[in-house]
């Protein structure tokens, strides 16, 4: 399986009050989300170097995320019914960053890769909880 390298460094000036969370065991890999995102970090994960795109998932580069929610829908009037949903599998959902920590343990994907990259999800998320704390003067996980 293979990872985009990704920065531990935050690029944007503060953490957004919720970051985009992609569910592995429903997404299929079809970078809908990706082509949409204005900051570039959603990362795709193949699971066979031989065969791209055969049981590849996304994943939020969470230093990275802006909590713009347009890899969720795209914009329209509050009076039009027919908003456009961008992932096709409701695969992507909204965490507060305090929840982040929680949504990290709850990691899914295939069990050797969960078991590789938990702690790095887990480390990612409380990064998140620490600079939104730091930012608002309040303790991790208030
Ligand atoms: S919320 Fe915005 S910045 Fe974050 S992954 Fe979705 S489109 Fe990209
Ligand atoms: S749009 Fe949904 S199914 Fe497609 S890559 Fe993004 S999260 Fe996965």
Not at 60 to 72: E, R
Not at 128 to 138: D, F, L, N, S, Y
């Amino acid at each position: 399986m293979s990872l985009s390298p990704k920065s531990t460094k935050p690029r944007r000036k503060k953490v957004p009050k919720a970051l985009a969370v992609i569910d592995a065991d429903n997404c299929t890999g079809c970078e809908s989300c990706r082509e949409i995102c204005p900051v570039d970090c959603i990362v795709k994960i193949e699971q066979y170097a031989d065969t791209p795109g055969l049981g590849a998932w996304c994943e939020v580069d969470w230093d990275q995320c802006i909590g713009c929610k347009l890899c969720i829908r795209i914009p329209s009037k509050k009076s039009d019914a027919h908003v456009l949903q961008v992932c096709p599998w409701e695969a992507i959902e909204m965490v507060p960053v305090p929840g982040l920590v929680a949504a990290a343990g709850r990691m899914t994907g295939p069990e050797d890769f969960v078991a590789a990259n938990r702690q790095r999800l887990l480390a990612a998320a409380r990064r998140q909880v620490a600079h939104k704390a730091a930012a608002g003067g309040r303790a991790p996980g208030e």
